[in-house]
């Protein structure tokens, strides 16, 4: 073979291990905006360090589960998607186009549990989680100087306290018809959506019409006509509204109302609400959690669960925050953002949350357990169990 021919095969042999070596990502997200920015600095940082490629592809939240689960079986869409809500966990396992984590992460330590929780279904780790969100008390704390009381009794006086002392102003609001918005209520209790047993959930046993749920609803329904504290036809958009009009001392809301809260310049504070008296556990609010979830049939799983890792590193995590204002599930990014009272505040709520149940299941229960909380505050003590029970009935034949 002539020498000229003999190099040049060489080089071409040389260039082809070397595209073998390097792996191309493709990566799914629904960020805009800052966290889109976000994200793009992540991927040149991995490639800078790994040379291996990532291809950014923008496809709308809601679009991402059913096209992630028609394309993945032929080959194609995306490695990685960044990132997902855990409701569509079950769904997307079920399908077999997600792949389990468990052998690519080996340590969980740094990484909230309860966010952890949320990302595991059947035993199984199908998902890094990127953030996190629950409810929590942001306190006026000029109306409330000092702060969310630790008790329910003494949190239910000082809500009236503000109240009555003129001025037309609130002592808490919260949208007392909206089961997600209330879950901690039931949980304090001892109700629950599913059973949970060591991580699994038995969609077969629904706990939400027991002795528990029935208090928990007593309970909402004394807000409004027993300490007249939360007045009919307050939904979350009026009152945020109070809050931001400086009328109001306490509001039960998310992260997602912070933005408006921020630009109203009230001096506020971010604290977990008190257990309602008699109750038998802590206040324990529903945990939503977003993840990063990899394609069971991607060519490049190795590449592609390092580079998912990276973005919820405590670096990664830190400037994710500052991108957007999403709460971080870094235990070691929530220290260094400690100063932050967003953080630091909705951080707590997160970590003594309950994960949203994650099965597809789920589903079946938003209707008729919504329509039973709304009924159980139309009146004046309403027939709790009753109400109860018949939404109980509903989820157990719509899961059937």
Do not use: C
Not at 125 to 137: D, H, S, Y
Not at 144 to 167: E, M, R
Not at 350 to 363: D, L, Y
Not at 382 to 388: E, N, R
């Amino acid at each position: 073979m002539h020498k000229t021919v003999k190099t040049a095969l060489t080089l071409v042999s040389l260039a082809l291990i070397g595209q073998a070596s390097a792996a191309g990502l493709t990566v799914w997200t629904h960020y805009n905006d800052a966290e889109l920015t976000w994200l793009k600095a992540q991927a040149a940082a991995y490639t800078k360090a790994s040379g291996n490629a990532v291809q950014i592809v923008n496809v709308p939240l809601d679009q991402i589960p059913d096209k992630f689960i028609q394309s993945a079986p032929k080959g194609q869409g995306p490695d990685v998607v960044v990132s997902l809500p855990q409701d569509r966990l079950g769904q997307l396992a079920a399908a077999g186009v997600i792949e389990p984590m468990d052998k690519y992460v080996t340590s969980k330590t740094d990484l909230d549990k309860t966010a952890v929780s949320a990302m595991t279904f059947q035993g199984k780790l199908f998902g890094l989680p990127m953030f996190a969100e629950a409810v929590a008390v942001v306190y006026n704390k000029k109306l409330l100087p000092g702060g969310v009381p630790s008790t329910w009794d003494g949190f239910i006086k000082a809500a009236q306290g503000v109240q009555g002392a003129g001025a037309g102003n609130f002592g808490f609001l919260v949208d007392l018809s909206n089961a997600y918005m209330n879950y901690g209520i039931f949980s304090a209790y001892g109700g629950y959506v599913f059973k949970n047993t060591g991580g699994t959930l038995n969609t077969k046993d629904v706990g939400l019409a027991n002795a528990g749920s029935a208090k928990a609803a007593g309970a909402l329904n004394d807000l409004r006509y027993k300490y007249n504290l939360v007045p009919e036809g307050v939904d979350g958009g009026v009152a945020k509204d109070a809050f931001v009009k400086g009328k109001l001392a306490m509001l039960l809301t998310g992260p997602w109302d912070m933005g408006d809260i921020k630009k109203s310049d009230i001096s506020y504070g971010i604290a977990n609400l008190p257990a309602p008296t008699g109750a038998t556990g802590k206040w324990s609010p529903f945990v939503g959690v977003q993840g990063v979830m990899l394609n069971a049939y991607g060519k490049n799983k190795a590449a592609a669960a390092a580079f998912a890792k990276s973005l919820v590193s405590s670096a990664a995590q830190t400037a994710f925050n500052k991108a957007g204002g999403r709460i971080p599930v870094s235990l070691s990014a929530r220290v260094a953002l400690k100063a932050d009272p967003v953080v630091a505040g909705f951080g707590n709520a997160i970590r003594v949350g309950t994960p949203m149940p994650n099965v597809p299941q789920m589903s079946a229960v938003w209707g008729p357990w919504s329509n039973a909380v709304a009924q159980s505050v139309q009146k004046a003590g309403p027939d709790y169990a009753t109400i109860l029970s018949g939404a109980v009935k509903e989820i157990n034949s719509n899961i059937k």
